[in-house]
């Protein structure tokens, strides 16, 4: 299997399975597709719509197939030359329900499990009560509620002779040696001998071999009636319908390995490390050579065999080291397939100014620093001070974004992340207690420090080894000690000096071999695995629901407080990348998307009509004025999330949809309502998850029904759509020149589920909704012309045809867009800056691109897509030198062009379709 040419991303559920997939895979090669990119396979909690929650690393998904299924699809691909990408979780697990076999060997026997050491678990908390002990926070309520209401309930698996409290999907089994407990109360004298040696069950491997065979005797037992008459007595007395069995029970469950809670107090007082802030997933210490190889075994197995043929490591910055991991992982595959290059991709943030790191022996990113590049380009600047003004001014919001991110990271830092950061501080004072000149240190202050740091990172994360920080990691965390400074007092300076020397600052390799050094370690990792959930829960889950001038700007791995860069700046990049990593994905859609490729693409064409859009607004809002609610003196919904709601319209108005579609707007309204909540509540300003306002949320779902429903919103619906329908053309020219750029640029396109017809989703899960490839399918078979395909653009096929032809076009010329190097090429003429064109050559091979950019007004009036010809004036592309004196063939256009002093018209090249792509071959100098 070559390397890949383009991937297409696939969500797989049981509502689309390993074999659904399969049944594709003929359209899939005939699109042009070389690799499909697999969302997690492995067993995940059962109705998994993702696959992230895994329950068993070593299994297939039975609900996707199981491995016979798998075995299907790769036989497919193979049959027409195509490979499959795995994403594989390797931060955490699903944990809590019942499902994971890991998860409950440990709450059953504590630090003595085998799994103990796979989670990351504290299990020598500062919590003195929880030394030893496991934080459960799972329970609906406050334990004592729900102890009294009954809800944690005994249970007794008769094929294994094992106890379990239960409570919902909860299942929390009981140590051995507490069982003795139960069988004391059956008034049985077998069960009561049993007991007797239950309760004297030795620690370690010893006493788990001798309760195996004391669970095999008890079930031997209970073979007799009576005895499981006398069972179920013993059992029914932790019944707590008496004070006696409550407190019974209760003493019961405080001698477990874990402690029994409600759900809230996991924020302040877990003692693991989760996924983010979510209790259900559990972090892995993949770092250690056995949970390495546990949970990589079938996965390596399946590699040796040739059934995976590239990986993507979900959340690298989860792990302690992703360096060493990806290092890790990059030898192990390459010994498993000799003489064969598997791409190893990550999913990776980078911030403004970081790059990857070109040590991880990995083939680049996931692609989301190509969605902001892409997005940056088709930004006016013109916008950006009309709608960062009149965002302020009718939202109230008086922040910019950078603002926003830094209170919002300090909301997740004494919220959801509280326990994280307090774990860090008390590991950062043992460190300075240990220390003359530091033992003076409060905890208190440590943490002030600390929590000023953390909220003015400007990254993810650093990745300090013992040999101490990069020459980039040194510039984040100086911009961090700086803006930390300005939230300090001046007398809490000193403390930053000191956690600058204990993060990082001084190489672990300076100090001596011992416990100083092990702790220092310690905490770093700890640091660095806490500052990316504060910016992952800050900037994408936050901030981006606060902050709104423009919502195309705020979407995953995105800055919004960058509203728009020049072309060079997209020049730049590609060459980086073709330099540094020219197998890296290209994603312009994705799983994680707040707003689909083309939702984006239309949205944006804001910045380029903004004084228009602000009038509109005004208009609507005085419109929308009935249809509003008042709670406590406060208009709901708030004037930021009205602002946001008709953003969200105008991107994401069907292209077909009337006002008058009842059917269609009830479906459009349901898409809409789940958006809203998700949105009200991940900016945690009048609502939240944890604790949903349902007044305003109410306030929030009526407004927009009325607006799509009622009669009292008709004008404001009809306004709405007009100027949806006004901007969609303009959107659609960029959909098809991002499109084009991903295809064409250094590195390998991603296309998501169904975005080869236009992308017009929002956040999760209306992004995962199921595709119609029937539809599809029968749009690549058609043999309509582009000038027919374009003449009905709002079908989405001419989307469609575009891929194709360039894919095609891939396959024909695989070394030229895999190594061909990347020439920027100058415009000039009147309207020089509202396009952008570059080469690709390898060779005697070259190619040229070129796509408009910021084309509203030229496009201005057109109900199709396509600037007119003479619209461009006389703006034209300067060619390479190597160029000037051959003739190019036009990939869309169908004909050949020739330059006229060393230039193309951008009339003769964009006048027949929206996008060109031009072709020369060695054949061509001859």
């Not at 060997?105 to 003595?112: C, I, M, N, S």
């Not at 606060?546 to 990049?573: E, K, M, T």
């Not at 590195?747 to 595709?771: A, H, K, M, T």
Request: proline share 6%; hydrophobic share 40%.
């Amino acid at each position: 299997m070559s390397a890949p040419r383009a991937t297409l991303r696939l969500q797989f559920h049981r509502g689309f399975t390993l074999d659904d997939a399969a049944r594709r895979v003929p359209y899939f090669a005939a699109l042009g597709i070389s690799h499909i990119y697999a969302s997690p396979l492995f067993t995940a909690r059962p109705g998994s719509l993702h696959g992230y929650d895994v329950l068993d690393p070593t299994r297939i998904n039975p609900e996707l197939g199981g491995e016979a299924a798998l075995r299907r699809l790769v036989d497919a691909l193979h049959a027409h030359g195509m490979g499959l990408i795995l994403d594989i979780v390797s931060n955490h697990m699903a944990v809590g329900g019942d499902g994971n076999p890991w998860w409950l060997d440990v709450l059953e026997w504590g630090e003595a499990s085998p799994y103990a050491k796979f989670f990351d678990i504290q299990w020598r908390s500062h919590d003195p009560l929880l030394r030893g002990q496991l934080l459960v926070p799972f329970l609906r309520s406050d334990y004592a509620e729900v102890l009294r209401a009954g809800e944690l309930v005994l249970g007794y698996q008769e094929n294994t002779g094992q106890f379990y409290a239960t409570h919902h999907e909860h299942r929390f089994p009981l140590a051995p040696a507490s069982c003795a407990r139960i069988l004391r109360h059956a008034g049985h004298a077998g069960l009561g001998a049993l007991a007797v040696r239950f309760a004297s069950l030795p620690r370690g491997e010893r006493g788990r071999h001798r309760a195996l065979g004391l669970r095999r005797e008890l079930c031997q037992l209970c073979r007799e009636p009576e005895v499981r008459t006398a069972l179920q007595r013993g059992i029914d007395a932790y019944r707590v319908d008496g004070e006696e069995g409550f407190q019974r029970l209760h003493a019961l469950l405080e001698c477990q390995h874990y402690r029994l809670a409600s759900w809230r107090t996991a924020a302040d007082d877990i003692n693991w490390r989760r996924f983010f802030d979510i209790n259900e997933l559990g972090g892995l210490r993949v770092e250690r050579a056995e949970v390495f190889e546990a949970t990589h075994r079938t996965l390596f197995a399946l590699i040796e065999e040739g059934l995976i043929d590239g990986l993507r490591i979900d959340h690298v910055d989860g792990l302690a080291n992703p360096r060493a991991y990806c290092r890790r992982l990059r030898r192990r595959v390459d010994r498993l397939r000799p003489g064969h290059h598997l791409p190893i991709y990550v999913e990776k943030i980078l911030g403004a100014g970081e790059s990857l790191p070109g040590d991880w022996g990995v083939d680049g990113t996931t692609g989301y620093e190509f969605m902001n590049q892409l997005s940056l380009l088709q930004h006016d600047p013109a916008g950006e001070v009309p709608l960062t003004s009149f965002w302020r001014d009718a939202s109230g919001r008086d922040l910019d974004f950078a603002a926003e991110v830094v209170q919002a990271r300090q909301l997740m830092l004494q919220g959801s992340l509280a326990g994280d950061l307090e774990t860090v501080a008390q590991g950062l004072l043992l460190i300075a207690r240990q220390d003359l000149a530091t033992r003076d240190l409060t905890l208190g202050s440590l943490r002030r420090a600390l929590t000023a740091l953390i909220m003015h990172f400007p990254v993810y994360r650093t990745y300090v080894t013992v040999c101490g920080r990069s020459a980039e990691d040194r510039r984040f965390f100086s911009m961090a000690l700086h803006g930390a400074r300005r939230s300090l007092p001046e007398a809490d300076w000193p403390l930053l000096d000191h956690l600058d020397r204990w993060l990082g600052g001084q190489p672990l390799r300076e100090l001596p071999r011992g416990p100083v050094r092990k702790l220092r370690r310690k905490m770093l990792t700890r640091f660095q695995q806490l500052t990316a959930p504060a910016a992952a829960k800050a900037v994408e889950d936050t901030a981006c629901y606060r902050s709104a001038r423009l919502l195309s700007r705020n979407d995953v791995g995105f800055d919004p407080q960058h509203f728009c860069a020049p072309p060079q700046a997209f020049h730049d990049a590609c060459r980086e990348r073709a330099a540094r990593f020219p197998d890296n994905l290209l994603a312009t859609a994705t799983h994680d998307h707040k707003r689909g490729e083309d939702t984006r693409a239309r949205l944006a064409v804001l910045s380029e009509r903004a004084a228009w859009f602000i009038d509109e607004v005004n208009v609507w809002l005085r419109l929308a004025e009935p249809l509003r609610a008042e709670l406590n003196g406060v208009p709901a919904p708030s004037p930021g999330d009205e602002l946001m709601l008709y953003q969200t319209l105008l991107a994401s108005w069907p292209l077909a949809l009337e006002t008058d579609d009842e059917e269609g707007r009830q479906a459009y309204l349901e898409r809409l309502l789940r958006w809203q909540e998700k949105a009200v509540r991940e900016a945690k300003l009048s609502s939240s998850w944890s604790a949903p306002n349902a007044p305003c949320e109410e306030a929030s779902r009526h407004f927009l029904r009325q607006l799509l429903e009622a009669p009292a919103g008709a004008e404001l619906r009809e306004r709405i759509a007009v100027a949806a329908r006004s901007l969609a053309p303009t959107g659609a020219l960029n959909g098809l020149a991002q499109c084009l750029l991903k295809l064409t640029a250094p590195g390998v396109p991603d296309l998501y589920q169904g975005c080869e017809f236009w992308d017009f989703s929002l956040v999760d899960p209306d992004n995962r909704q199921p595709v119609d490839f029937d539809a599809r399918q029968a749009a690549l078979a058609q043999a309509a012309g582009l000038s027919e395909l374009l003449a009905r653009w709002p079908d989405g096929h001419v989307k469609q045809q575009l891929i194709a032809r360039v894919l095609a076009l891939r396959a024909r010329l695989p070394e030229l867009f895999h190594a061909g190097d990347y020439q920027p090429l100058s415009l000039v003429g009147t309207h020089a800056d509202r396009a952008l064109a570059f080469a690709r050559r390898h060779g005697q091979d070259w190619l040229v691109v070129v796509v408009p950019r910021l084309a509203a007004d030229l496009l201005n009036g057109q109900t199709i897509p396509l600037v007119p010809g003479e619209r461009w004036c006389d703006t034209a592309v300067e060619l390479p030198k190597a160029l000037t004196a051959t003739t190019l063939s036009g990939l869309f256009a169908g004909r050949m062009l020739a330059p006229e002093q060393g230039r193309l018209a951008l009339s003769d090249v964009l006048g027949g379709f929206p996008v060109e792509v031009l072709h020369v071959q060695e054949s061509n100098h001859e």
